[in-house]
């Protein structure tokens, strides 16, 4: 048997032996049916692996839990709309804000609503990495820690809306972005908020989304506004869009995230290189993006209940082709057959070697019955002569 013959039945071997591979990952997003036609504000997963599921909420008191193939509809008992979700590290509890001063704690099972003044505005609510407290930000500057049952009023230094808050992974501070062409930094041991300038004083800055590892922040705004925070400073990065950024996520192997832009823009980061545009096939726009614990998909929230999932799921692809000018096909085929002829030239002799090993068994017992049949003829005589 020569080298290529070989080669070709280890490969027919491989075929048979595994499964087709599956499809490589698309630069585009797949949409999923939400089931609901409001805009869709936040999304965010149970931090639990093995036992994950994630949450999304928007206008109208609309809250739905996604298990990974379907949406569940959940009742708050409210018809505010809701703008932040902030899980406990634990998994525990999940806190809900929004209009109306909506304050929603949720347990996996059901909603406890705790009162608060009507005349707030939530925008959004984040649990410290260490589980201890909670921050909650709005309009006209609000910004209060919590529980999960009383707020505690803090001084944010600004009186304009505060959209979001991106604690650091080791939770030893959050930065605060909104209406303002800057950063707040909040210091949880001293209870500061500090400013921290760009060097850009044209746009506001809307959120922040840090690297899990926490070594590296990405902060973005409008006009396409986009920075890289390291620690020492802020450094602007080239973007290929004017739009306003409306949301972020980075993916557990501190590589790679996704970025949203209004009109249904989405891009894929990685570290040096150009953003890499992200087939979305819609111009509904995207407020929030949150991939799942184990990094496995991202999924991306938006306008009239819209809901992407990245990378789309994968569906297994057909047996790839050889490469090759065709003989490679050839000597398969040439295998197989070979295959299939030796076994079926091993079935023939197995069954011939039985019929002769049967047809001995078989001469074997008449030569033996022919033997008794002599012996008692001959022992018959004897008696007879006697």
Same mark, same amino acid.
């Given at each position: 048997? =020569?080298?290529?013959?070989?080669?070709?039945?280890?490969?027919?071997?491989?075929?048979?032996?595994?499964?087709?591979?599956?499809?490589?990952?698309?630069?585009?997003? *797949?949409?999923?049916?939400?089931?609901?036609?409001?805009?869709?504000?936040?999304?965010?997963?149970?931090?639990?692996?093995?036992?994950?599921?994630?949450?999304?909420?928007?206008?109208?008191? /609309?809250?739905?839990?996604?298990?990974?193939?379907?949406?569940?509809?959940?009742?708050?008992?409210?018809?505010?709309?809701?703008? +932040?979700? %902030?899980?406990?590290?634990?998994?525990?509890?999940?806190?809900?804000?929004?209009?109306?001063?909506?304050?929603?704690?949720? #347990?996996?099972?059901?909603?406890?609503?705790?009162?608060?003044?009507? /005349?707030?505005?939530?925008?959004?609510?984040?649990?410290?990495?260490?589980?201890?407290?909670?921050?909650?930000?709005?309009?006209?500057?609000?910004?209060?820690?919590?529980?999960?049952?009383?707020?505690?009023?803090?001084?944010?230094?600004?009186? #304009?809306?505060?959209?979001?808050? $991106?604690?650091?992974?080791?939770?030893?501070?959050?930065?605060?972005?909104?209406?303002?062409?800057?950063?707040?930094?909040?210091?949880?041991?001293?209870? =500061?908020?500090?400013?921290?300038?760009?060097?850009?004083?044209?746009?506001?800055?809307?959120?922040? $989304?840090?690297?899990?590892?926490?070594?590296?922040?990405?902060?973005?705004?409008?006009?396409?506004?986009?920075?890289?925070? #390291?620690?020492?400073?802020?450094?602007?990065?080239?973007?290929?869009?004017? =739009?306003?950024?409306?949301?972020?996520?980075?993916?557990?192997?501190?590589?790679?995230?996704?970025?949203?832009?209004?009109?249904?823009?989405?891009?894929?980061? *990685?570290?040096?290189? =150009?953003?890499?545009?992200? /087939?979305?096939?819609?111009? *509904?726009?995207?407020?929030?993006?949150?991939?799942?614990?184990?990094?496995?998909?991202?999924?991306?929230? +938006?306008?009239? %209940?819209?809901?992407?999932?990245?990378?789309?799921?994968?569906?297994?692809?057909?047996?790839?082709?050889?490469? +090759?000018?065709?003989? #490679?096909?050839?000597?398969?085929?040439?295998?197989?057959?070979?295959?299939? $002829?030796?076994?079926?030239? +091993?079935?023939?002799?197995?069954?011939?070697?039985?019929? @002769?090993? @049967?047809?001995?068994?078989?001469?074997?017992?008449?030569?033996?019955?022919?033997?008794?049949?002599?012996?008692?003829?001959?022992?018959?005589? *004897?008696? %007879?002569?006697?």
């Amino acid at each position: 048997m =020569n080298a290529k013959l070989a080669l070709g039945l280890a490969a027919l071997f491989l075929l048979l032996q595994f499964q087709p591979a599956a499809a490589e990952q698309s630069d585009a997003a *797949e949409r999923l049916d939400s089931t609901v036609s409001l805009d869709l504000r936040a999304v965010s997963w149970r931090p639990a692996p093995g036992d994950t599921y994630a949450l999304v909420a928007g206008e109208g008191g /609309t809250v739905l839990r996604y298990t990974g193939l379907f949406f569940m509809t959940l009742s708050p008992n409210t018809t505010s709309g809701l703008f +932040g979700i %902030g899980w406990h590290p634990s998994g525990s509890k999940a806190l809900l804000v929004g209009r109306d001063g909506t304050f929603l704690e949720y #347990d996996g099972t059901g909603f406890r609503s705790a009162p608060q003044d009507r /005349t707030l505005w939530f925008e959004d609510a984040k649990w410290r990495p260490q589980g201890d407290f909670a921050l909650v930000v709005g309009h006209n500057g609000t910004l209060a820690r919590t529980d999960g049952s009383t707020l505690v009023r803090l001084n944010s230094t600004v009186n #304009d809306t505060i959209t979001s808050i $991106s604690w650091r992974p080791d939770g030893r501070f959050a930065f605060l972005c909104g209406d303002f062409p800057f950063v707040l930094r909040y210091d949880p041991q001293t209870g =500061n908020v500090d400013r921290l300038d760009t060097g850009l004083a044209g746009q506001y800055l809307r959120g922040v $989304s840090w690297r899990p590892d926490g070594g590296t922040a990405l902060v973005f705004g409008t006009l396409g506004t986009l920075y890289r925070y #390291d620690g020492a400073g802020f450094t602007l990065l080239d973007t290929p869009t004017a =739009n306003q950024w409306l949301a972020a996520g980075w993916s557990v192997d501190n590589r790679t995230a996704i970025l949203a832009a209004r009109a249904g823009l989405l891009y894929r980061f *990685e570290e040096g290189k =150009n953003l890499t545009p992200l /087939t979305t096939n819609t111009t *509904e726009s995207i407020y929030s993006i949150a991939f799942a614990p184990n990094g496995s998909l991202a999924l991306c929230v +938006g306008s009239g %209940g819209l809901v992407l999932r990245y990378p789309p799921a994968q569906i297994p692809g057909p047996i790839p082709p050889v490469d +090759g000018d065709g003989t #490679d096909w050839l000597l398969l085929s040439a295998a197989f057959l070979l295959i299939f $002829s030796l076994m079926t030239v +091993g079935v023939a002799v197995y069954m011939t070697h039985r019929a @002769r090993k @049967r047809q001995h068994e078989a001469d074997q017992l008449a030569d033996a019955e022919l033997h008794a049949v002599e012996l008692a003829a001959k022992r018959k005589g *004897e008696q %007879g002569n006697k």
